[in-house]
């Protein structure tokens, strides 16, 4: 019996003894994760979820829009990062919004619009001359007079508020992404999509507040 | 035991600091004289004694890691790179900023950077349920176990630099997203009261603003609020001429029980307003004196208390207490035993008292309330700030005075960040030298990390991430 009891009591010690919290695992090899779920690690920024499901939106407002994406002449559209304004406090390469949004929509309007590069303009410039001069063959769409003129300009704004709450340490971040479309020659917005909205908290450790 | 061992961790990383050195100088001789076969033995003996120095020292780094890994960086950054090395993880935002400042300094553009990328990252990165940050809480463990972050005026000054950089880039909204988000740290205060008043990121969130085309009345008049005189610039405005006077505050520990974090002004430095001159490739010379607009140290005393200090206080209240009570037991048993002439229940009752007392100190003694003072050693005093118009190239220098007149620091040439909208001129005036080694660091927290087996393999992945670090900087 009182065997038991030593064992017991030693049992009860080893219990206590116990981390509180389960030690981190040791290190993980890179790991394919789902590019739409939260993943391992997450903020209060925009994700790549976000960029995704934003994108996702415009795709099906646009082609529902029969003005746009059933227009006897399929529209050509300017969507460039650098006319993606980043106004929030979240560093942030707008290019991942505009290659991800220009890429779906590319591929799902599946010609019922046309995309235009400003950003490849110098190349385009310096390809024609070459094709004029002689340089080089006219390929095989042939030449034009002009480069395309556009009919539209995919714009959009990212803003952010910031809060914090200095007694439990709670950061919360809202941020909302607008896009709209112009018109090029009359200025009218013909298309602006619903605020993608995020708000998101989170509150770090005691030690670092 | 512990105790005992840190000298002798040292003793050792500097004689075989030695023998890298004479393995280096004999170098060359041997080189002559190549034997496959010996080399391979020698080899093998240094992975076996590595091996061995590892299980009774820790993971590292030694000599001739660091050594290698130092090899191929420039001799201006290497100090830096040789604290990131070192340091490991728990010390690597202290390490990536300084390293990234020094990296602005020398013009590693791209090093400066991804440095500060790094330790941002780090910086965002929220501890929810983490050992280390566990152990910094714990009544027995001090505060430096935890990972660097640094107080709010040093991690809004990451931010600040950072935001200089996309300046440089002509970023501008990425600019005013880094500025933005060292303001946030500035709000990271106990008391209400405290809010916000870093007007030099007011000014440069602002700047960023008008750079990038947008409405910047209300970041100036942010700045102009914290900072009376700190105004709006010209609209045809287009020069953002920066100069960082003297050196930042250092942290010290105060205190009975060392719990409390004091920030100790720097001296030395009499400047205290700089001068700017521009000469265009054609036209008169341009005299700008820049505008105060902040003071690090000021920054750094104002916060009002941190919440860690609450628990660093709790902590050192367990250990004057329990110290008390060990002592006074002590006391009153010894006296006991002493007025019992060693004989009875007295003398026993008085013996037993006093070994609880001793008791009682000796588990008071296990307490750790000291406070972390790492510290980001390279920073600034002051940050003047002016602006100026130019419509073409032009050259820049920079003079500095104190209250008493011109300081004799020789004016200094600056490289102007040429934009498309926007030029950055930024410069300091006193050349950048820190130290060799995580300013602060408690040495005997890091030897006693060393030998923890979960932080020793997060360092050595942490060390092997450097690599790709390195290759990916040097690309730009």
Same mark, same amino acid.
């Given at each position: 019996m009182h065997k038991l009891r030593i064992a017991a009591v030693a049992l009860t010690c080893l219990a206590m003894a116990q981390p509180a919290v389960a030690a981190p695992k040791r290190g993980q090899p890179a790991v394919e994760l789902d590019p739409n779920s939260v993943g391992t690690v997450s903020g209060t920024g925009i994700e790549m979820r976000d960029i995704i499901g934003m994108a996702d939106r415009i795709v099906r407002d646009l082609l529902q829009r029969p003005d746009i994406a059933n227009a006897p002449k399929p529209p050509r559209i300017i969507l460039e990062g /650098?006319?993606?304004?980043?106004? /929030? /406090?979240q560093r942030l390469d707008t290019d991942m919004l505009s290659d991800q949004l220009r890429s779906q929509l590319l591929r799902a309007a599946a010609g019922r619009m046309r995309f235009l590069s400003r950003e490849n303009i110098q190349d385009v410039m310096a390809e024609r001359e070459l094709k004029r001069e002689g340089q080089t063959d006219v390929g095989t769409s042939g030449m034009t007079r002009a480069p395309a003129g556009a009919d539209y300009r995919l714009v959009g704004r990212i803003t952010s508020q910031d809060a914090r709450n200095n007694t439990t340490g709670a950061q919360q971040r809202a941020m909302q992404v607008v896009f709209e479309l112009i018109d090029l020659e009359t200025s009218e917005t013909v298309y602006i999509s619903e605020p993608y909205v995020i708000v998101r908290a989170q509150r770090d450790d005691v030690i670092y507040r | 035991m512990r105790n005992l061992m840190l000298p002798l961790v040292a003793a050792l990383l500097v004689s075989s600091a030695g023998a890298a050195l004479a393995q280096t100088a004999a170098a060359p001789a041997a080189a002559a004289v190549s034997d496959p076969v010996a080399d391979k033995a020698a080899l093998k003996a240094r992975e076996k004694q590595l091996r061995e120095w590892r299980s009774q020292y820790g993971e590292g780094p030694y000599p001739n890691e660091i050594d290698a890994f130092l090899q191929d960086k420039p001799d201006r950054l290497k100090p830096y790179w040789r604290a990131l090395f070192v340091g490991g993880e728990r010390n690597s935002v202290l390490n990536f900023e300084r390293l990234g400042l020094a990296a602005i300094e020398s013009g590693d553009w791209s090093v400066a950077e991804k440095a500060f990328d790094a330790a941002l990252l780090r910086i965002e990165t929220v501890y929810g349920k983490n050992a280390q940050a566990e152990a910094a809480r714990s009544?027995?463990?001090?505060?430096?176990?935890k990972d660097y972050k640094g107080e709010p005026y040093e991690r809004a000054m990451a931010y600040y630099y950072r935001g200089l950089l996309y300046l440089r880039r002509n970023d501008y909204d990425n600019a005013r997203a880094s500025f933005k988000g060292g303001e946030f740290q500035d709000t990271?205060?106990?008391?209400?009261?405290?809010?916000?008043?870093?007007a030099a990121l007011n000014f440069l969130i602002g700047w960023s603003s008008k750079c990038a085309g947008d409405n910047a009345e209300p970041d100036f008049a942010a700045a102009a609020a914290a900072q009376p005189g700190l105004v709006a610039p010209p609209a045809n405005h287009n020069i953002l001429l920066i100069a960082e006077l003297g050196h930042g505050p250092a942290k010290a520990q105060d205190g009975a029980q060392k719990e409390k974090v004091v920030f100790v002004p720097a001296t030395g430095f009499p400047e205290a307003k700089a001068m700017f001159m521009l000469a265009p490739e054609k036209g008169e010379r341009i005299t700008v004196e820049p505008m105060q607009a902040s003071s690090v140290f000021f920054q750094a005393t104002t916060r009002g208390g941190r919440a860690m200090d609450g628990i660093l206080n709790g902590k050192a209240n367990w250990k004057t207490g329990t110290q008390a009570v060990g002592n006074t037991a002590m006391m009153t048993g010894l006296a006991l035993m002493n007025n019992s002439s060693g004989y009875g229940n007295s003398a026993s009752a008085g013996a037993a008292i006093a070994i609880g007392g001793a008791l009682f100190s000796a588990f008071s003694s296990t307490m750790k309330a000291d406070a972390d003072i790492r510290y980001w050693d390279t920073l600034p005093d002051n940050i003047v700030i002016g602006t100026a118009a130019a419509k073409m190239r032009f050259k820049a220098t920079a003079a500095f005075a104190g209250s008493d007149g011109p300081v004799d620091l020789a004016p200094r040439e600056v490289t102007p960040f040429a934009g498309e909208k926007c030029t950055l001129v930024w410069t300091r005036s006193r050349p950048i030298e820190g130290m060799e080694d995580t300013p602060g660091d408690d040495l005997k927290v890091r030897a006693s990390l060393a030998r923890d087996k979960k932080l020793a393999e997060k360092n050595r992945l942490f060390r092997a991430s450097l690599a790709d670090f390195v290759t990916i900087a040097s690309k730009d």
């Open positions: /650098s006319r993606i304004a980043n106004k /929030s /406090s | 009544l027995f463990r001090k505060e430096s176990n990271v205060s106990e008391a209400e009261e405290f809010k916000s008043d870093f």
